[in-house]
């Protein structure tokens, strides 16, 4: 969707943090996100993500800098009236509570009356499929069902924002990938802004409008996630999204479309230049591992060939997963679909591999 930065429903504006007066763990972030956007704050422990949520939150004070929700500033007003719903790792929930008293809390809180709250909690287990568990506690229920209705007391009051910080952390990978689905398909039926921490990249790409990648305190990229994992502007994005291949050689020749890069093996290979210096300088080529054929007779005209032995190949159900030794990396990976007419191929088998010059971009090294 487009964002108007003027108009954004959530600004950060300068935003800065710092816990000790010298480390500063956000550093001057500006971000704009629109209203009813599916927003994803993805990177490692320590990036600066959990800690850009909590400001927003309430439960943490920027040191510098002003956060906007709908055109009015935040700063100074307190969790319990910034009116946003919460969604975290644990739940959450009061376990003395029963599952209808924990939806009712945040509508209590706002002196809702008994009809009104108990046709809203009825609303709210409905729209999580948990209607009939009103009278359950949270430790009779399951982690996907606790999950669950932690979502559904963030929705209850109808809030405008909603913020989830890891709320699929504790659930299994088959669960997890369910409920990301889930979380997805309430938010177009919403129309609900939310805000979603999570170090998981196949949760980023799979739910957001767009992806915001934290590193260092910084934003390294944002942009939507077929942009983001097919196009990353720098080494950190390429290596951080999805899995990728990377080969270290020199800028040998660049032009704005095409950067001639010599490998440390010495082969020669075209790539598209992203983020390079000037010629004789180190870059990074990197490779996508589903955009590398094996079979160099399957090949199309104009793609690159490069000699690789094989390390390993292992399979993995719906794909082969095959690890090379390519212009001094050992651990060039390959997935090939698992087709009837697929070669299997033996550890120290060697082979011509190759790739298209579009499928291959040159980044900082």
Not at 164 to 176: T, V
Request: net charge negative; glycine share 8%.
């Amino acid at each position: 969707m487009p964002i108007d930065a003027n108009t954004g429903f959530v600004r950060f504006e300068g935003v800065q943090k710092t816990y000790d007066g010298k480390v500063l763990v956000v550093k001057d972030l500006n971000l704009s996100i629109g209203k009813g956007e599916f927003l994803t704050m993805l990177g490692p422990s320590g990036s600066g993500k959990t800690t850009c949520l909590l400001m927003l939150a309430g439960f943490e004070t920027a040191t510098h800098g002003e956060i906007l929700v709908d055109g009015k500033p935040i700063n100074n007003i307190p969790p319990h009236k910034r009116g946003i719903g919460m969604v975290f790792q644990n739940y959450a929930l009061f376990p003395h509570m029963t599952v209808a008293e924990n939806l009712a809390f945040p509508l209590d809180v706002r002196s809702v009356g008994r009809d009104e709250r108990d046709a809203k909690v009825k609303r709210a287990l409905d729209m999580v499929q948990m209607g009939g568990f009103e009278s359950r506690r949270p430790l009779q229920l399951s982690g996907g069902q606790q999950q669950r209705i932690a979502l559904a007391r963030a929705l209850v009051f109808e809030p405008d924002l909603v913020l989830m910080d890891e709320p699929l952390g504790a659930l299994d990978k088959q669960l997890r990938e369910h409920m990301q689905f889930e979380i997805k398909h309430l938010h177009e039926r919403l129309g609900v802004t939310v805000v979603y921490v999570t170090h998981d990249q196949t949760e980023a790409l799979t739910m957001s409008d767009r992806v915001a990648v934290f590193d260092d305190g910084r934003i390294q990229q944002l942009a939507a996630p077929d942009h983001l994992y097919e196009m990353p502007e720098n080494s950190f994005v390429a290596q951080f999204i999805g899995e990728n291949n990377t080969l270290m050689g020199i800028v040998e020749e660049l032009s704005e479309d095409v950067a001639s890069v010599r490998l440390d093996g010495g082969e020669i290979v075209s790539a598209v230049p992203v983020n390079v210096g000037a010629v004789g300088e180190r870059t990074r080529v990197s490779v996508r591992p589903e955009r590398v054929e094996l079979d160099e007779r399957k090949l199309p005209s104009g793609a690159h060939t490069i000699a690789a032995e094989v390390q390993e190949f292992i399979y993995m159900g719906d794909i082969f997963r095959t690890r090379l030794k390519v212009a001094g990396n050992e651990d060039f990976i390959v997935k090939s679909r698992n087709a009837s007419n697929q070669t299997r191929l033996s550890p120290g088998e060697k082979i011509k591999i190759g790739w298209l010059p579009e499928d291959c971009r040159a980044l900082d090294a």
